[in-house]
Structure formats: structure tokens, C-alpha cells
């Protein structure tokens, strides 16, 4: 369900989100160690957290839909209701807005549990922007592989086992 949002940029009368969510993932080799880093800014700029996760030996397609999967839940244990989520990454918008088909069947159960995620909120939006205003997550999807390590915010999954419960399903 879409709601309109009460707040409005009045510059331009365009909707503001509560959140601005920067996402990121990536993978060394394709399929290689991969991670992925979600930073997160309140609709004024405060910086209200950022983590990462190690996904162990992935694609950089299925890094990018953890990115996205981990900034859905993260924002739905927050209790924010309007987001608005950027990434580099031109596939998974163009798909995630049904721009473009998921074939692949691995990214089809990512694909899904992020779309599903995505209905318990007023309002999602998902962006495309250049990787050079997107440095903050992907410094962070760096530093999960660079450290074969996660930092997630406290009461999180681990996207790993998110993705081993979608394998067996």
C-alpha cells in the first residue's frame, strides 16, 4: 500500500522520506568473497547509522539484493515508514521497479523477499545514482571484504542465514 508522505521539500512540494537509505554490495572475482554496506542518513543529513556484512563466496548481483534485503529489515526493526534507498547498482533498481524481468532464480527468492519486505511500509522508493555519491556504502561493502567480517546494527539477521533459509525453501 502507498501512502502519501505528510512532509514535503518545499522547494520543489516532492515528498521527503524519513530516511535516505545508501546501499551497497560487491563481489572480488564474480562469483568471489563478496559484502555488502548500508549507510543511513535521516531525511536532514544527520547520520543515523551504517554497517556491513561478509557474504562469503556470492556474485555481485546477490551482494547488491543482500544490501538491499539488510536495509529493508533494518529500517522495519527502526520502525521508519518512509524510505527512500540508493544504489549503484542499475540492475537491481531497474528490477526492483519492475522495469526489468529477475531471471535468475537465485535472485528471484532475494528478489521476493525484498519485495515482500518492501509492502509493510508507507512508502519505499528505490534510486539509481552514480557510484562517486554512493563512496559511504561502498566503502563499507570494502571493509566487509577486506575483513571477511560483519558489523550489523544490534538485533539484526545476518543476511547469510537469510539466504540459507531461501536455499532451502
Known sequence: MMLRWRVRDRRRG?????????????????????GYGVYVVASDGTHLGSYFG??????????????LLAALEHAGHSGWQRLWIGS???LLVKQFRGEYR???EGLKRLYDRCRELARHFEEVSVGYLPRKRNAEADALANRAMNLCSSELPPGASDTGDVLAALEGS
Open 14 to 34: 516532492v515528498p521527503l522520506p524519513e530516511v535516505k537509505i545508501f546501499i551497497d554490495g560487491g563481489a572480488r572475482g564474480n562469483p568471489g568473497p563478496s
Open 54 to 67: 561478509y557474504l562469503g563466496v556470492q556474485t555481485n548481483n546477490v551482494a547488491e539484493y543482500h544490501a
Open 88 to 90: 549503484d547498482s542499475e
Open 102 to 104: 529477475v531471471k535468475n
